[in-house]
């Protein structure tokens, strides 16, 4: 089944403790990226990944780090966590090129910092 | 910068009546329009896109959406509506000068009652 992964699906941490979110997907999609959705705000790019090695900052990259060392995965690291970061994420991937492609969206993390 | 509008943060309707979620886009050339659903405690999926060619749009379970260039909407539709269409829709626009990056907009939920 073509899927993309997310884990966990809720955290709850403390501030400045170091945290990682992985996102994988099965579908040999070139193009990943992060979201995170707040109410009244809709869903605000945070990174993007156009291929292996590949990545640039999204709207909202303030804290956040990624990498893309695999094609499938595409974690997405909060150095020192903070509580403006408690939100829904989503991970999305999709084919890349001239084309335009619908995206697949994985099932969220909710993340509470206190 | 490109963006979309969605106007209502919810919309009720009788289960069996036609729905409308309305959508203004602003663009600089031409918008690649798409609308995703999000059913609670689940990831954001594909609903139907506009590229080009006729304005009107199929998608899936019985949904369309209308674009109007003269007027920059795009709205969604659906003839009869059910209480399992009751989530949370997204209107979203895609860069076209970054890749693959789609711009949300705040979302309307979607409420149909019995």
């Known amino acids: 089944e073509a899927q993309v992964t997310q884990n966990p699906r809720y955290l709850i941490t403390v501030t400045g403790k170091k945290l990682t979110v992985t996102c994988s997907q099965n579908?040999?999609?070139?193009?990943m990226s992060w979201y995170r959705q707040d109410p009244g705000l809709g869903l605000r790019q945070i990174y993007y990944?156009?291929?292996?090695?590949?990545?640039d900052k999204g709207d909202v990259p303030e804290g956040y780090k990624v990498s893309r060392k695999e094609k499938r995965n595409f974690p997405l690291i909060l150095e020192s966590p903070s509580p403006n970061q408690t939100s829904l994420y989503f991970c999305?991937?999709?084919?890349?090129?001239?084309?335009?492609?619908?995206?697949?969206f994985g099932p969220g993390t909710r993340l509470t910092v206190t | 910068a490109q963006s979309v509008a969605q106007p209502e943060d919810q919309v009720n309707v009788a289960e069996g009546n036609p729905l409308t979620v309305k959508c203004t886009y602003s663009?600089?050339?031409?918008?690649?329009l798409f609308w995703y659903v999000q059913y609670p405690n689940r990831g954001l999926q594909f609903l139907l896109k506009y590229i080009t060619g006729d304005n009107l749009v199929k998608g899936s379970y019985g949904f369309e959406a209308e674009f109007n260039k003269s007027q920059t909407s795009f709205h969604l539709k659906k003839p009869s509506a059910l209480v399992s269409d009751s989530a949370l829709y997204f209107c979203?626009?895609?860069?076209?000068?970054?890749?693959?990056?789609?711009?949300f907009g705040t979302g309307t939920q979607l409420k149909v009652e019995l």
């Open positions: 579908m040999n999609h070139e193009y």
């Open positions: 979203a626009v895609r860069d076209v000068g970054g890749g693959n990056k789609l711009t």
């Open positions: 999305a991937s999709s084919v890349s090129g001239r084309k335009t492609y619908e995206q697949y």
């Open positions: 990944s156009m291929n292996v090695e590949v990545t």
């Open positions: 663009v600089s050339g031409n918008p690649y």
